[in-house]
Each structure stands twice: as C-alpha cells, then as structure tokens.
C-alpha cells in the first residue's frame, strides 16, 4: 500500500482538502460514475440520477456509519445564483446540501425544481376561494 493511499485510509478528514479520484457504481440507476466532467474535484452524487450515498457528517470527513441511499428531494439556489441539491438519507433521514455539477441531468433537476409546483398541499381548485379568505380579491383572472 503506497503513502497516499495509507492516507485516504486513516486519515478522516482527508477528502475535505484532497480531489476524489475514484470512480463509483450508483446504488440507485447502476451507472458508472467517473469525476470527470463534473467541473469540480469532489464528485459526490450520481449526474445521471442524482443520488448520493450517506458518508460524511461533515463535508469530507467520511465519518458516517449509515451508509444509506441519499436521495435527491429538492433544489434551492445559492447566493450569487448557484443551484445546489438538497438530499435526504432514506436510513436515518438526514438532510445535506450539495452543489450541483457541470454534468447533471438538466431534466432531473428541473423536475426535482417543479415538485411542490405541481404537487401542492391545498387543492387547485380551491384556490381562488382561498386567496378571498386571506384577504385577496379571490379571482384568478385579470377582469
């Protein structure tokens, strides 16, 4: 086993300073995902499906002991406009942030964007009545 190598091993923070190389198997689709083309040294999320796997607490440290699938749930947008997704562990239901990267699927992410859009917790068809019982005019249409 050569030096570097001996590091990934023991040192628990390694990967929070050091670009990840290595190729990955995605759990969810079966892909083969490489770090190159992600447009960053930190590959963390299938670009076709967008899962991930639960391995950190903290960004880089590789100290978590769940291990379970990490699926995309949302999408929000950084300062300065940079869109980031939002997973959550389907073992132990934590929540993390991660940026996206150059190679993800535009359609995957734009529908993870549109979710709450087209599945919101009040029906459509109320919404002109409720809009009037918050104060508002209640009509839809520019009369």
């Given amino acids: 086993m050569n030096r570097e190598n001996?590091?990934?091993?023991?040192?628990?923070?390694?990967?929070?300073?050091?670009?990840?190389e290595e190729s990955?198997?995605?759990?969810?689709?079966?892909?083969l995902v490489t770090p190159g083309g992600a447009g960053t040294d930190h590959r963390?999320?299938?670009?076709?499906?967008?899962?991930?796997?639960?391995?950190d607490i903290e960004p880089g440290d590789r100290e978590a002991?769940?291990?379970?699938v990490m699926e995309p749930v949302g999408?929000?947008?950084?300062?300065?406009?940079?869109?980031?997704?939002?997973?959550?562990?389907r073992v132990c239901g934590m929540l993390s942030s991660n940026r996206?990267?150059?190679?993800?699927?535009?359609?995957?992410?734009?529908?993870?964007?549109?979710?709450?859009?087209?599945?919101?917790p009040f029906p459509?068809?109320?919404i002109?009545?409720?809009t009037a019982l918050m104060g508002g005019e209640g009509s839809l249409s520019k009369a």
Avoid at 24 to 31: A, D, E, I
Wanted: hydrophobic share 30%; net charge positive; proline share 5%.
């Fill in 128 to 130: 002109e009545e409720m």
């Fill in 24 to 31: 990955f198997t995605c759990r969810v689709c079966g892909r």
């Fill in 6 to 20: 001996k590091r990934k091993q023991y040192d628990k923070h390694y990967f929070k300073t050091h670009a990840s």
């Fill in 100 to 120: 996206i990267a150059a190679d993800d699927n535009p359609m995957k992410l734009m529908s993870i964007a549109m979710k709450p859009l087209t599945s919101p």
């Fill in 75 to 89: 999408v929000w947008v950084r300062k300065g406009g940079e869109w980031a997704v939002i997973h959550r562990c």
């Fill in 65 to 68: 002991d769940c291990g379970g």
């Fill in 124 to 126: 459509l068809e109320r």
């Fill in 44 to 55: 963390n999320h299938c670009p076709n499906c967008l899962s991930s796997v639960h391995l």
